[in-house]
């Protein structure tokens, strides 16, 4: 296996690569999914690849898709590599990069919003509502402390931002841009996704605070769940053991890699802005042991083959 991977190359037809994700158009309506061991900060890709991480992303999306299927429908066609195979045999020369981190899935055309369900107050949220008391404009309860638990959850739709950060956004400015049916469908999706995540966490003792999700409509006119769900990547996750509301959590994600640049641009050493400082090996390797203990704690089982 080739670990870490930063950047993927494969002889085929590319339709976008993003921040971490490399995307190809095998036809017939089949995407090819990758994902890299890539990391971002403060909307800067790092030079530096976390190693494992694609794998994780990929493995824990495929986890959490048979355990959500009944809810929804997802995108996924296979993740087997074998299967990746079979149906697509000019692939079998380049296993060695893409197996462990790829997904064979159905294309779609994706909604322009993010799905976000917040079952505590936490991050962006936080930090509007203890400036103005408000989320996307909207007031919400007075007295709140950070990472207190919502009950019940919140649907906090935002923009996909192409650029800069994603947007808070209102149910009403929701509606506009999707449409009052499929904005109330994708409510209800995502809070009852949401209910499954946090019910399936917790008896790994990790509480899924915050997530989002994506959907896309297939070809036949149908709503899936698509990229990626409850992974580090996507979601909040804060250890049982250790939550304590009325401050800042610890969580299974890239922190270690925020705490250092943080230090950087609090000392005026990085302005945000590429290019990007050099992570230390130690940040590197405490970030990739949270990704692959997320994916312990929740699945109950080691990642496959993580050399």
Same mark, same amino acid.
Request: aromatic share 10%; hydrophobic share 40%; charged share 25%.
């Given at each position: 296996?080739i670990?870490?991977l930063?950047?993927i190359?494969?002889d085929?037809p590319?339709?976008?690569?993003g921040k971490?994700?490399h995307? /190809?158009d095998?036809?017939?309506?089949?995407l @090819?999914?990758i994902a890299?061991?890539r990391i971002s900060?403060?909307?800067?890709?790092?030079?530096?690849p976390?190693p494992?991480?694609g794998k994780v992303?990929t493995?824990?999306s495929?986890?959490?898709?048979d355990?959500?299927?009944d809810i929804?429908n997802?995108?996924?066609i296979?993740a087997?590599?074998?299967?990746?195979?079979?149906r697509?045999?000019?692939?079998a020369?380049?296993?060695?990069i893409?197996e462990?981190?790829?997904m064979?899935?159905?294309k779609?055309?994706?909604?322009?919003?993010e799905?976000?369900? $917040?079952? &505590?107050?936490s991050?962006?949220?936080?930090?509007e &509502?203890?400036?103005?008391?408000?989320?996307a404009?909207e007031a @919400?309860?007075?007295?709140?402390?950070e990472s +207190?638990r919502?009950q019940p959850p919140i649907?906090s739709?935002?923009t996909?931002a192409?650029?800069?950060?994603?947007?808070?956004?209102?149910?009403?400015r929701t509606?506009s841009?999707v449409g +009052?049916v499929?904005?109330?469908?994708?409510q209800d999706i995502s809070?009852?996704? /949401?209910e499954r995540g946090?019910?399936?966490a917790?008896e790994?003792?990790?509480i899924?605070?915050d997530?989002?999700?994506?959907?896309?409509?297939?070809?036949?006119?149908?709503?899936?769940?698509?990229?990626?769900?409850?992974?580090p990547d996507?979601?909040?996750?804060w @250890?049982?053991?250790n939550?304590?509301?009325?401050?800042? +959590?610890?969580?299974f994600d890239? +922190?270690?890699? $925020?705490d250092?640049l943080?230090?950087?641009?609090t000392?005026?050493?990085w302005?945000?802005r590429?290019?990007p400082?050099?992570?230390?090996p130690?940040?590197v390797?405490?970030t990739s042991k949270?990704?692959?203990?997320a994916? $312990?704690m929740i699945?109950?089982e080691m990642l496959?083959?993580?050399s």
């Open positions: 296996m670990e870490p930063h950047e190359e494969l085929l590319p339709l976008r690569r971490v994700r995307v /190809y095998l036809g017939d309506d089949i @090819l999914m890299s061991d900060a403060f909307d800067v890709v790092l030079n530096e976390i494992h991480k992303l493995q824990l495929r986890w959490w898709f355990r959500t299927s929804v997802n995108h996924l296979t087997d590599p074998d299967e990746i195979v079979e697509h045999p000019q692939l020369a380049d296993r060695e893409w462990g981190r790829a064979l899935v159905r779609t055309e994706p909604f322009p919003i799905c976000v369900v $917040r079952g &505590y107050i991050g962006s949220a936080w930090k &509502y203890s400036a103005s008391g408000t989320l404009g @919400l309860p007075e007295g709140l402390i +207190q919502l649907f739709p935002a996909k192409v650029v800069g950060h994603d947007e808070n956004i209102t149910f009403d509606c841009i +009052q499929v904005a109330n469908t994708l809070l009852k996704l /949401y946090r019910h399936v917790a790994g003792g990790v899924l605070a997530t989002k999700f994506e959907f896309g409509v297939s070809q036949e006119g149908e709503i899936l769940l698509i990229d990626e769900i409850f992974t996507s979601s909040r996750f @250890l049982t053991e939550y304590e509301p009325g401050r800042s +959590q610890v969580s890239k +922190q270690p890699v $925020r250092f943080d230090q950087l641009v000392k005026g050493e302005d945000k590429p290019p400082p050099e992570l230390p130690e940040a390797t405490n949270r990704y692959l203990k994916y $312990r699945t109950g496959l083959d993580p």
